[in-house]
Nanobody, 120 residues
Framework: VQLQASGGGLVQPGGSLRLSCAAS????????MGWYRQVPAKQRELVAT???????NYADSVKGRFTISRDNAENAGFLQMNSLKPDDTAVYYC???????????????WGQGTQVTVSS
């Protein structure tokens, strides 16, 4: 099972980016999906999560600007980032709890990071 993140890049302040996270391989289901970010010398921090029912949770710093969503049919998650600020610059990591079988607990999986740089 793999998570593949994409969509990072360089954007000017006030701009937008959309990150994608696709799960591939053989598994039963995805539970909670999420995005975290990390800057050098700091701990990885939560950006947003969404559970299988669609309930979302956001860090205070991104509320009103970022929107997390998922496509259960495609086993994919997304993070729409609007009104980006220089402080949003970080490596963004996607996360998913993945159940291998119907009777399994969800294991944690992480995608490779994707760099988001907000700069003029």
């Amino acid at each position: 099972v793999q998570l593949q993140a994409s969509g990072g890049g360089l954007v000017q302040p006030g701009g937008s980016l959309r990150l994608s996270c696709a799960a591939s391989g053989s598994f039963f289901s995805l539970s909670t999906m999420g995005w975290y970010r990390q800057v050098p010398a700091k701990q990885r921090e939560l950006v947003a999560t969404i559970n299988s029912a669609g309930t979302t949770n956001y860090a205070d710093s991104v509320k009103g600007r970022f929107t997390i969503s998922r496509d259960n049919a495609e086993n994919a998650g997304f993070l729409q980032m609007n009104s980006l600020k220089p402080d949003d610059t970080a490596v963004y990591y996607c996360y998913a709890g993945i159940r291998a079988r119907w009777y399994s607990n969800a294991d944690d999986y992480w995608g490779q990071g994707t760099q988001v740089t907000v700069s003029s």
